[in-house]
Nanobody, 122 residues
C-alpha cells in the first residue's frame, strides 16, 4: 500500500514537498513514480526514480523545478516541488512498479497511492 501526503494550497512560486509512505511490503526493489491528474485531463507522468536511485526521469514541464528522491530505510519516496505554477494544480499520485527502471507509462505501475491534492494559486 502507498500513502501520499503533503499536498495543499500554495501560492505561485512557492514550494511544496510530497511524501509517499509504503507499507505492507518493502518497495526498495521497486522503481517509483509520481503522476498527476488535473480536472478533465488524463493522468500524466511527473517524475520517476529507479530502484537503485541511480536514475531519475522528469517530465519536461517540471524539469529543473521538481526533484524526486527516496529513502529505502524509511520505505518512502519524496517529490520536492519548487517554483510552483498554477498549471501544476492537480491530484498527485505515487506509484510503484516491480522493475528496476523508471517508466513514463501509468500502465507499467502496479501499485498506486490514493492521491493528494495540490492547488497553486496565481
Amino acid at each position: 500500500q502507498l500513502q501520499a501526503s503533503g499536498g495543499g494550497l500554495v501560492q505561485a512560486g512557492g514550494p511544496l514537498r510530497l511524501s509517499c509512505a509504503a507499507s505492507g511490503r518493502p518497495f526498495g526493489s521497486y522503481a517509483m513514480g509520481w503522476f498527476r491528474q488535473a480536472p478533465g485531463k488524463e493522468r500524466e507522468f511527473v517524475a520517476g526514480i529507479s530502484r537503485s536511485s541511480g536514475s531519475t526521469d522528469y517530465a519536461d514541464s517540471v524539469k529543473g523545478r521538481f526533484t524526486i528522491s527516496r529513502d529505502v530505510a524509511k520505505n518512502a519516496v519524496y517529490l520536492q516541488m519548487d517554483s510552483l505554477k498554477p498549471e501544476d494544480t492537480a491530484v498527485y499520485y505515487c506509484a510503484a512498479r516491480s522493475d528496476a527502471s523508471v517508466s513514463r507509462r501509468a500502465t507499467a505501475y502496479s501499485y498506486w497511492g490514493q492521491g493528494t491534492q495540490v492547488t497553486v494559486s496565481s
